[in-house]
């Protein structure tokens, strides 16, 4: 039947190997960009005494996340963080053997992306890392929250008859800049450890890390079964097309 439809044994798994190769590039250059436009809003913001502003800070990592959907969404599913693609992976939405690969994806283009800003900016500070202004176990509890609300955003939006890329980006990329709006003065509103990683590596800031790696995880598990929960019908028995990575 494979043989059939799409060629020799060797054929198919060579375009499995292009498809997810293609995947995991998508993944890098979303969180790439992701991590340059955000994090590169607040170093310019520092630099420019203050001419993006908090508001303009936040629409901006709202405004990217909604871009690479719509841009990344068809290749990759546009997860652009590894909180989410557990989150997915918990709910059955994506193949287990994909999950380490698509982190060090993201990872990987949120550390190159930090990178290049400490290049182009060497006096740059923080260069975007995430630091609390709380006690680190309020910031853990923040960041769990603002998490849960954002994946059971995404799995809520990505199910059924929403599952449309207009309605997911404006969706998701709304909350993000909700979120970045009101919490980030307080914790940085990260919900994305490979958005806090590249940050904290470039300037050394590691002390609260694993805040940002724990808290978003957390929020992105719990997500899944609240989402079951609270939903008459499964909003994650239908895999979504795009995150079926088997």
Request: one cysteine or more; charged letters at 10%; glycine letters at 14%.
């Amino acid at each position: 039947m494979i043989r059939k439809r799409f060629g020799t044994e060797k054929q198919v798994l060579g375009l499995m190997k292009n498809s997810m190769s293609k995947s995991l590039t998508a993944e890098f250059f979303g969180t790439f960009s992701l991590v340059f436009a955000g994090t590169g809003a607040i170093v310019v913001n520092d630099f420019s005494a203050g001419a993006i502003g908090h508001v303009g800070i936040a629409l901006t990592f709202g405004l990217i996340v909604m871009a690479m959907i719509y841009c990344l969404g068809d290749i990759s599913g546009a997860h652009l963080n590894p909180a989410v693609t557990l989150g997915f992976w918990l709910a059955g939405r994506f193949g287990g053997k994909n999950v380490i690969p698509y982190i060090l994806a993201q990872c990987g283009g949120g550390l190159f992306a930090s990178g290049l800003l400490r290049g182009m900016f060497p006096d740059g500070g923080s260069y975007g890392a995430t630091i609390p202004e709380i006690s680190a176990g309020s910031a853990l509890i923040f960041e769990f929250i603002l998490t849960l609300i954002l994946m059971m955003t995404i799995l809520s939006v990505t199910t059924g008859a929403k599952e449309e890329g207009v309605t997911a980006a404006l969706a998701i990329g709304g909350v993000v800049a909700l979120e970045a709006m009101f919490a980030g003065p307080i914790t940085g509103a990260s919900m994305n450890p490979a958005r806090s990683l590249g940050p904290a590596l470039v300037s050394g800031q590691l002390g609260d890390l694993w805040v940002y790696i724990l808290g978003p995880i957390l929020g992105a598990f719990v997500a899944f079964p609240l989402c079951r929960f609270s939903r008459d019908s499964d909003c994650c028995s239908g895999c979504h097309a795009v995150n079926r990575q088997s």
